[in-house]
């Protein structure tokens, strides 16, 4: 069985920092593509930025980029996203998705193309 556990989710003060962790079962996450997403209350599933740890590609999504960063810690199997400069509007549900493969030539950055997902994590950012 394939699980995706997300974990980190916190209160956040606007400018501050945190790290959410996505720790995977039944697969080994260094051969796949891993993607975080977010769902803010009454929003859409947004896409943040995503790895192709087998394929080495990488994709960042605007409201991602410049702020938030993705690793991989073999050891534990585990991804990280790490999120800094936080906003209000960071506020949301964040999910990790994993998928073994994908026809892009970079890792999509689209919620259909991800077989497994975590239940989520929640972050609020709020003074």
């Known amino acids: 069985q394939f699980l995706l556990v997300e974990s980190g989710g916190n209160l956040a003060h606007p400018g501050g920092s945190l790290r959410l962790s996505c720790a995977a079962s039944?697969?080994?996450?260094?051969?796949?593509?891993v993607a975080w997403f977010r769902q803010a209350p009454g929003g859409n599933r947004e896409a943040l930025l995503c790895?192709?740890?087998?394929?080495?590609?990488?994709n960042y999504a605007d409201s991602a980029k410049g702020r938030f960063t993705m690793s991989i810690d073999t050891l534990n199997n585990s991804v990280y996203l790490d999120m800094e400069f936080l906003k209000p509007e960071d506020t949301a549900v964040y999910y990790c998705?994993?998928?073994?493969?994908?026809?892009?030539?970079?890792?999509?950055?689209?919620?259909?193309?991800?077989?497994?997902w975590g239940q989520g994590t929640q972050v609020t950012v709020s003074s």
């Open positions: 998705a994993a998928t073994s493969t994908h026809p892009s030539t970079r890792c999509p950055l689209v919620d259909h193309a991800y077989s497994y």
């Open positions: 039944g697969f080994t996450l260094d051969f796949w593509t």
């Open positions: 790895e192709d740890y087998r394929g080495g590609s990488s």
